[in-house]
């Protein structure tokens, strides 16, 4: 959509975007802004999902709410985001038994700005698709999950993939591979690891 051709596309490994949307906030119940840069310092997620009222999506969100806990244990933001307005974001969690106690600020991105900046809008239908950004504290994106509309997607390995992200922060040079998890062997690439990975998980 040539209107937004101002705005950076997410990429990964690069600054995020930046947005300052409207969102409802389902615990106090009521709008609030919310910019990026305010954001500074902290873990985000940034978990779209393309619209209030649909199938998919309300299971998702209570996956991602069962997991508040653990979200909060690791110093995670999580905001929940799609191109609807802020206030089918409210009807939506009074009406749907799944959004009954929904912890997370609901990003209105209803110009469709944000969700075109990150790649994921179908500007067709004006819905975004189901986008996870993983944004570290200096606003670098650091992982990026996009998955088919009727797929949901998983907390746990978010939630992974978050443990694993600030372990490798903290331990400069080190590297997790497939299906690490905290106390799990960690890799330190180099020339003396070539050809001999197997060998040095096995130690």
Same mark, same amino acid.
């Given at each position: 959509?040539?209107?937004?051709?101002?705005?950076? $596309?997410?990429? $990964?490994? #690069?600054?995020?975007?930046?947005?300052?949307?409207?969102? /409802?906030?389902?615990?106090?119940? *009521?709008? #609030?802004?919310?910019? %990026?840069?305010? %954001?500074?310092? +902290?873990?985000?997620?940034?978990?779209? /999902?393309?619209?209030?009222?649909?199938?998919?999506?309300?299971? #998702?969100? +209570?996956?991602? !709410?069962?997991?508040?806990?653990?979200?909060?244990?690791?110093?995670? #933001?999580? %905001?929940?985001?799609?191109?609807?307005?802020?206030?089918?974001?409210? !009807?939506?969690?009074?009406?749907?038994?799944?959004?009954?106690?929904?912890? /997370?600020?609901?990003?209105?991105?209803?110009?469709? *700005?944000?969700?075109?900046?990150?790649? &994921?809008?179908?500007?067709?239908?004006? $819905?975004?698709? =189901?986008?996870?950004?993983?944004?570290?504290?200096?606003? &670098?994106?650091?992982? &990026?999950?996009?998955?088919?509309?009727?797929?949901? =997607?998983?907390?746990?390995?978010?939630? =992974? +993939? $978050?443990?694993?992200?600030?372990?490798?922060?903290?331990?400069?040079?080190?590297?997790?591979?497939?299906?690490?998890?905290?106390?799990? +062997?960690? %890799?330190?690439?180099?020339?003396?690891?070539?050809?001999?990975?197997?060998?040095?998980?096995?130690?």
């Amino acid at each position: 959509m040539e209107e937004f051709a101002q705005y950076a $596309i997410a990429k $990964i490994d #690069e600054k995020a975007p930046h947005f300052h949307l409207p969102a /409802y906030n389902p615990l106090s119940d *009521a709008e #609030e802004s919310i910019d %990026l840069d305010d %954001l500074k310092g +902290k873990w985000i997620v940034l978990f779209f /999902y393309p619209a209030d009222f649909t199938f998919v999506c309300p299971t #998702e969100l +209570k996956d991602m !709410a069962k997991a508040k806990s653990q979200f909060d244990d690791l110093g995670v #933001e999580v %905001l929940a985001a799609s191109t609807d307005t802020v206030f089918s974001h409210k !009807a939506w969690t009074k009406h749907e038994k799944l959004m009954e106690g929904f912890p /997370y600020k609901m990003l209105a991105d209803h110009n469709l *700005a944000t969700a075109d900046a990150y790649n &994921i809008l179908d500007e067709k239908t004006g $819905i975004a698709g =189901r986008g996870t950004f993983i944004i570290d504290p200096e606003g &670098i994106i650091r992982g &990026i999950e996009v998955t088919s509309g009727p797929l949901g =997607r998983n907390s746990e390995e978010l939630l =992974r +993939k $978050i443990e694993a992200l600030q372990y490798m922060g903290a331990n400069p040079g080190t590297a997790c591979p497939a299906r690490w998890v905290p106390g799990n +062997k960690t %890799l330190t690439p180099g020339m003396d690891l070539v050809g001999k990975v197997g060998d040095e998980l096995e130690k």
